[in-house]
Each structure stands twice: as structure tokens, then as C-alpha cells.
């Protein structure tokens, strides 16, 4: 089993910067994509960002040209550097990877690290 722990978060005012880690445990045997999702109160877990194996990314609308994804499989770690971060940012933020571990294929989720941008 792939477990997942992200850290990095926290209190932030507007126009400041976060950078978000999420360090994976466990025997993987193939990386597949990884993704941060984010998921303010009262709202649904949205996606942020996304990167392949190959490291193509994919960002949301919200986060593209202010967050960077990135990942260094040798490390199982993926980042998201948050610039420009604005109110509307506050969320809880999420790690998703996928791929295949000692057990299969997986698809694990982090416990969450928060995020709060002050404005």
C-alpha cells in the first residue's frame, strides 16, 4: 500500500507564496500520474493540477500561470509552488497518486494540509 503525506501548508496573506510537498511511502514499482486537488468549505474537491509520469502538466484555469506542479520520482515526492496566492485559494490542499505498487495498481489520496490566504 502507497501512503501519501503532504505538508507545506498554512497561514499566508494575499500575493505571498506556498510551496506544498507530498512525500510517498511504499513499494512502488511504477509511478502513474500524480495530481493536488484542493476542497474549500462548503464546496466539492476540485482539481488543481496535474502531472504525468513523463512530467506533462496540466493546470486548471484558477491555477495556471501562478502554481507550479512538479515531481522527483527518485525522491516520491510531488510539489506545488503557489505564487500569487488570493483569498479564494483557502482550501484544503489533497495529493493524488497513481500507479503500481507490491499490491497492484493504486490510487491513494493524502490526508490533507490546509491552506488559508488572509486578505
Known amino acids: 500500500q502507497v501512503h501519501l503525506v503532504e505538508s507545506g501548508g498554512g497561514l499566508v496573506q494575499a500575493g505571498g507564496s506556498l510551496r506544498l510537498s507530498c512525500v510517498a511511502s511504499?513499494?512502488?514499482?511504477?509511478?502513474?500520474?500524480m495530481g493536488w486537488y484542493r476542497q474549500a468549505p462548503g464546496k466539492q474537491r476540485e482539481l488543481v493540477a496535474s502531472?504525468?509520469?513523463?512530467?506533462?502538466?496540466n493546470y486548471t484555469d484558477s491555477a495556471n500561470g501562478r502554481f507550479t506542479i512538479s515531481r522527483d520520482n527518485a525522491k516520491k515526492t510531488l510539489y506545488l509552488q503557489m505564487n500569487s496566492l488570493k483569498p479564494e485559494d483557502t482550501a484544503i490542499y489533497f495529493c493524488?497518486?497513481?500507479?503500481?505498487?507490491?499490491?497492484?495498481?493504486?490510487?491513494?489520496w493524502g490526508q490533507g494540509t490546509q491552506v488559508i490566504v488572509s486578505s
Open positions: 502531472i504525468t509520469s513523463g512530467g506533462s502538466t
Open positions: 511504499g513499494v512502488i514499482f511504477r509511478s502513474g500520474a
Open positions: 493524488n497518486a497513481q500507479g503500481v505498487g507490491i499490491f497492484g495498481l493504486f490510487d491513494s
